[in-house]
């Protein structure tokens, strides 16, 4: 006899910043995707310093995108120990012209427009930290989403 799984996922979407709950929820995600054959999206979601810094052309483009490069080598070595299939893209957690547009927001966006079945979230103290985009996301992300949702 097969067993039944209450859950089946094709897509485990995982919000980044720099801090290092992210990278545990990058590593939970993996775990999770392996676990159904999924895979996972990680979308680096830049912050309000960072977007508008890049808005106002004062921004060292190199730096922005050394650190997410760094982001993003950490995501592949972790998807790689789970062997499970990764893609990645980057997403403005701000904007100076769309009032509603929040880091939460860009996380359930991103999952609609990615079909997402599963939403794996850091939730972060907070701590001030400009690299720390998404330490109020979490709670957003649980109100609104229509997916399952693990917040680490």
């Known amino acids: 006899m097969t067993e039944r799984r209450p859950l089946s996922a094709d897509l485990v979407l995982v919000p980044v910043d720099a801090s290092d709950e992210s990278t545990d929820a990058v590593a ?4 999770i995707a392996a676990e ?10 830049l912050g309000e310093d960072v977007v508008r810094a890049i808005e106002a ?6 730096e922005v ?14 998807a790689a120990d789970h062997d499970v299939g990764l893609s990645t893209s980057v997403a ?3 904007s100076t012209k769309m009032k509603l547009r929040h880091p939460g927001s860009v996380v359930l966006d991103t999952a609609e427009e990615l079909s997402a079945d599963f939403l794996v979230v850091p939730r972060e103290p907070l ?5 720390e ?7 957003y992300v649980l109100l609104y989403a229509s997916q399952p949702v693990l917040s680490v």
Do not use: C, N, Q, R
């Open 92 to 94: 403005y957690g701000f």
């Open 28 to 31: 939970h995600a993996a775990a």
């Open 36 to 45: 159904y054959d999924a895979t996972v999206h990680v979308v680096h979601v």
């Open 127 to 131: 701590s001030g930290d400009p690299g």
């Open 65 to 78: 995108a050394a650190d997410g490069e760094a982001i993003m080598e950490t995501a592949e070595a972790i």
């Open 57 to 62: 052309g004062d921004v060292d483009d190199d």
């Open 133 to 139: 985009v998404l330490e109020k996301a979490a709670e």
